[in-house]
């Protein structure tokens, strides 16, 4: 290879125009069952299309002749300082996408100067995850049925750094996704002899596995590792699923509050009376979340019920949004709508997949570009200017 040049992958990176062209490399690059996890949803997948057919619905009002030679995409998110309104969402078991998985992400969101929130099913742990990167990082768990299992995983938390607590409240128990039931797919991947062509297809994503498992960091539950250290392969995946609680209810936050004394997010919500409840129960902020239409389906677009939620909390709390996000102008709709910020998980798993960490960050240049573009065409400066008026 000559000095200077990119080697192919990074050179195929480097020409993506948009989101979907990391994502057609993705595709390439993963088994066949892991891009169905990864892209699939609940039953028929309703919601997944609904969160991409609204946004697509919506149309602009531009506002011409207005100096937009400079424009500001900087915000904060609870008091931190972000460079553009998108956040890295938490995501299960990312190191599916990309060995380097959770690390990788945070290092790119730090880089580009953007918040990431690490998922209580990762799989490097938190304390991992932290060494890796000094970016903002918040964390995310659920109230689990073990409530020392919640409390254990707080301090450490608290101890590594992550500065939000971001509590999801949509998950009771653990949902049908149809196509990872027809591929028959485990973690980690067993794959039988009607997968044998997708294997030699994918061979260097299965060799890579096999190196990591050889050197004990394969597909693990990183936060549930056993006493001794040694890391468990994902079966674990069922002793976390067992944790589910689902007699968890809206006083069960009042014990969690008098654990974390921080900012709490509270995601998952869909409805103007669940906004309420979480801003009573002490929700620093509301993040307006169908899980991507992987929990329930045929519930509403979250773009569908953001102008509610956050025309009767806005005021109180600030407020997020996650579900059908794929381009930097549906970020701008979305600010117009009531959000703060929108938090990316497909996307950023897009890139991880296509190139690691640089993936992650190609992905996130896009969404900047993109932004800034539909700022400047919209004639609006600012994305704190962004209201209904630039909505038809």
């Known amino acids: 290879m000559r000095s200077g040049r990119l080697p192919p992958r990074r050179l195929r990176l480097?020409?993506?125009?948009?989101?979907?062209?990391?994502?057609?490399?993705?595709?390439?690059?993963?088994?066949?069952?892991?891009?169905?996890?990864?892209?699939?949803?609940?039953?028929?997948?309703?919601?997944?299309?609904?969160?991409?057919?609204?946004?697509?619905?919506?149309?602009?009002e531009r506002c011409a002749l207005t100096d937009v030679s400079r424009r500001d995409l900087a915000t904060t998110l609870l008091g931190i300082p972000v460079t553009m309104p998108v956040g890295l969402a938490p995501v299960g078991l990312a190191a599916l996408a990309h060995p380097t998985g959770e690390r990788a992400a945070s290092v790119a969101a730090a880089s580009k100067g953007i918040l990431s929130t690490l998922s209580a099913s990762s799989c490097w742990s938190l304390e991992e995850v932290a060494a890796a990167a000094d970016g903002p990082r918040w964390f995310q768990l659920y109230i689990w049925r073990?409530?020392?299992?919640?409390?254990?995983?707080?301090?450490?938390a608290r101890a590594a750094g992550y500065t939000a607590l971001v509590l999801t409240v949509d998950v009771?128990?653990?949902a049908r996704r149809e196509r990872d039931l027809r591929n028959g797919f485990e973690i980690p991947p067993k794959p039988s002899f009607r997968h044998a062509g997708d294997v030699l297809r994918h061979i260097g994503w299965f060799g890579r596995l096999a190196i990591d498992e050889a050197f004990g960091h394969g597909l693990t539950m990183g936060n549930f590792r056993s006493g001794s250290g040694v890391r468990k392969r994902l079966v674990m995946m069922d002793v976390v699923n067992g944790l589910f609680d689902a007699s968890v209810t809206w006083q069960d936050i009042e014990w969690l509050r008098s654990v974390w004394n921080g900012p709490l997010v509270v995601k998952g919500i869909t409805t103007v009376r669940d906004a309420r409840h979480a801003v009573a129960h002490g929700a620093d902020a509301v993040w307006v979340s169908n899980h991507g239409g992987r929990q329930l389906d045929g519930l509403p677009a979250?773009?569908?019920?953001?102008?509610?939620i956050a025309a009767v909390v806005g005021d109180s709390a600030e407020v997020y949004l996650d579900g059908g996000v794929r381009r930097?102008?549906?970020?701008?709709?979305?600010?117009?709508?009531g959000a703060r910020a929108?938090?990316?998980?497909?996307?950023?798993?897009y890139g991880l997949a296509a190139g690691g960490q640089a993936g992650v960050e190609r992905v996130l240049d896009h969404f900047r570009t993109?932004?800034?573009?539909?700022?400047?065409?919209?004639?609006?400066?600012?994305?704190?200017?962004?209201?209904?008026?630039?909505?038809r």
């Open 172 to 174: 009771p128990v653990a």
């Open 146 to 156: 073990e409530r020392s299992v919640t409390e254990e995983i707080l301090e450490r």
């Open 342 to 349: 929108c938090m990316i998980g497909r996307p950023y798993v």
């Open 302 to 308: 979250t773009a569908e019920v953001l102008p509610e």
């Open 328 to 337: 930097g102008s549906d970020v701008v709709k979305a600010l117009a709508l």
């Open 14 to 60: 480097a020409k993506t125009q948009n989101l979907e062209d990391v994502r057609s490399i993705a595709t390439r690059r993963l088994p066949v069952a892991v891009n169905d996890f990864i892209e699939g949803g609940a039953e028929d997948e309703i919601t997944i299309a609904r969160n991409r057919t609204a946004f697509q619905s919506l149309t602009f």
């Open 370 to 391: 993109e932004i800034d573009a539909t700022l400047a065409l919209l004639g609006c400066p600012s994305v704190h200017a962004l209201d209904a008026t630039y909505l």
